[in-house]
């Protein structure tokens, strides 16, 4: 059951343009959600993240879009450089224990990001 | 800051064989989780450690364990080798209470 789902396996943009990667998820109890970037050959980097109490939150050239309602987070980039050529992994949190300490992440498949020049 | 450090890079194995993997974290960090990459299946969670204790644990089968050590170092092993073990293994670490993970390179191994 595969409760945070990335649908495109890929996407291809010119730069200068805006990227638009999605997610969806189905567990409610998810708090909080993160965006990994991964180059080949190196573990992900973080990159950005959301409170599920908040809509958006910005980070220079990336910014992360939540809709509760219907269980959708996305990210953008604008614009879009060849450097951000990579597999984005969106990430959902959820706290384990009610002392609020424990917490699990559950990972997508990804969506390789390709930006042409 | 040193980052997240896990050894070896590259490892193969043969079939039948057991493995173990290491990952020191960040200074600091007592939350240590392990992953596993393979193409199509994103990263699957196999387990976390916090204070050299098992916190959480994926959906993998016994043949995969691991441990953490008093200064936070953990170590991964997986017996009785599949090829369909053959994958990335990631480690992350984190500071309690956060959120934000950071990750590894990660140590390739190909079971032959």
């Known amino acids: 059951d595969q409760q945070v789902k990335q649908n495109s396996p890929s996407l291809s943009v010119q730069e200068g343009r805006i990227s638009i990667l999605n997610c969806d998820y189905t567990?409610?109890?998810?708090?909080?959600f993160l965006w990994y970037k991964k180059y080949p050959a190196e573990g992900p980097t973080f990159l950005i993240s959301i409170s599920s109490i908040k809509d958006k939150n910005e980070d220079g050239r990336f910014t992360v879009f939540l809709n509760k309602s219907a269980k959708h987070l996305s990210l953008h980039i604008v614009p879009s450089q060849p450097g951000d050529s990579a597999v984005y992994f969106c990430?959902?949190?959820?706290?384990?224990?009610?002392?609020?300490?424990?917490?699990?992440?559950?990972f997508g498949k990804g969506t390789l990001l390709t930006v042409n020049p | 800051k040193a980052g997240v450090t896990q050894t070896p890079r590259y490892l193969i194995k043969t079939r039948g064989q057991q493995v173990t993997l290491s990952c020191s974290p960040i200074?600091?960090?007592?939350?240590v989780s392990w992953y596993q990459q393979t193409p199509g299946q994103g990263l699957q969670f196999l387990f976390e450690y916090f204070s050299e204790t098992q916190r959480n644990k994926g959906n993998f089968p016994g043949r995969f364990s691991g441990r953490q050590f008093s200064n936070s170092r953990s170590e991964m092993n997986v017996s009785t080798l599949e090829l369909g073990d053959s994958a990335l293994y990631l480690c992350?670490?984190?500071?309690?209470?956060?959120?934000?993970?950071?990750f590894g390179q990660g140590t390739r191994l190909t079971v032959v």
């Open positions: 567990n409610s109890m998810f708090d909080y």
């Open positions: 992350a670490s984190s500071w309690t209470g956060r959120t934000e993970a950071f």
């Open positions: 200074s600091g960090h007592r939350s």
């Open positions: 990430a959902a949190r959820y706290t384990t224990n009610s002392g609020g300490s424990n917490y699990k992440l559950t």
